[in-house]
Antibody, heavy 118, light 110 residues
Framework: EVQLVESGGGLVQPGGSLRLSCVASGFTFSDYWMHWVRQAPGKGLLWVSRINNYGSATSYADSVKGRFTISRDDAKNTLYLQMNSLRADDTAVYYC???????????WGQGTMVTVSS | QSALTQPASVSGSPGQSITISCTGT?????????VSWYQQHPGKAPKLLIYEVTNRPSGVSNRFSGSKSGNTASLTISGLQAEDEADYYC??????????FGGGTKLTVL
């Protein structure tokens, strides 16, 4: 079964850091671009970041650029999101998603909740 | 990185058809044939419904169809069913290798 499972969410104080993980199974992880997408409580989806299948190219939404870093370990079938200098408006469910055909997000994880609050 | 524009809500009765629009610019929707659509039920992860403007993944009902004209893409759901009640999002990549979503549309089946 093709599956993505996120972990690492939790409660963190403003200015703190957190690292999210996303473990892939059921497909050849190294063949695919991967993304992080977030959804604040009661709000819509917001694309956060992507990494190509070689790990050599990344891009970020303006709202997280310079604070978040996406990376991958193909040997562990794992995608990461290092989040630094967290702010209250980073509070959201964070989903990892597989980059499918022509920019579509074809497989999604169940999400992990990040709450930034003092 | 402005969000694509979708209506906040639409509604329809069982058996009817509805259309949700998604308006962007020439730097995203209008510039590429990479518009996709997602369905999200409360508390669940989004699910891919349409990719490359018009294509359905295996297992998605043919009641869902997509189209595009200029900077506006559309999702049509025909033969509305109660289980179609959900939030719907469009998405596109952009000229600067980022992605953008629409604000989301809440579909109510009356």
């Amino acid at each position: 079964e093709v599956q993505l499972v996120e972990s690492g969410g939790g409660l963190v104080q403003p200015g703190g850091s957190l690292r999210l993980s996303c473990v892939a199974s059921g497909f050849t992880f190294s063949d695919y671009w991967m993304h992080w997408v977030r959804q604040a409580p009661g709000k819509g989806l917001l694309w956060v970041s992507r990494i190509n299948n070689y790990g050599s190219a990344t891009s970020y939404a303006d709202s997280v650029k310079g604070r978040f870093t996406i990376s991958r370990d193909d040997a562990k079938n794992t995608l990461y999101l290092q989040m630094n200098s967290l702010r209250a408006d980073d509070t959201a469910v964070y989903y990892c998603a597989r980059g499918g055909v022509r920019a579509a997000f074809d497989i999604w994880g169940q999400g992990t909740m990040v709450t930034v609050s003092s | 990185q402005s969000a694509l524009t979708q209506p906040a809500s639409v509604s329809g009765s069982p058996g009817q058809s509805i259309t949700i629009s998604c308006t962007g610019t020439s730097s995203d929707v209008g510039g590429y044939d990479s518009v996709s659509w997602y369905q999200q039920h409360p508390g669940k992860a989004p699910k891919l419904l349409i990719y490359e403007v018009t294509n359905r993944p295996s297992g998605v009902s043919n009641r869902f169809s997509g189209s595009k004209s200029g900077n506006t893409a559309s999702l049509t759901i025909s033969g509305l069913q109660a289980e179609d009640e959900a939030d719907y999002y469009c998405s596109s990549d952009t000229t600067i290798t980022t992605w953008v979503f629409g604000g989301g549309t809440k579909l109510t089946v009356l």
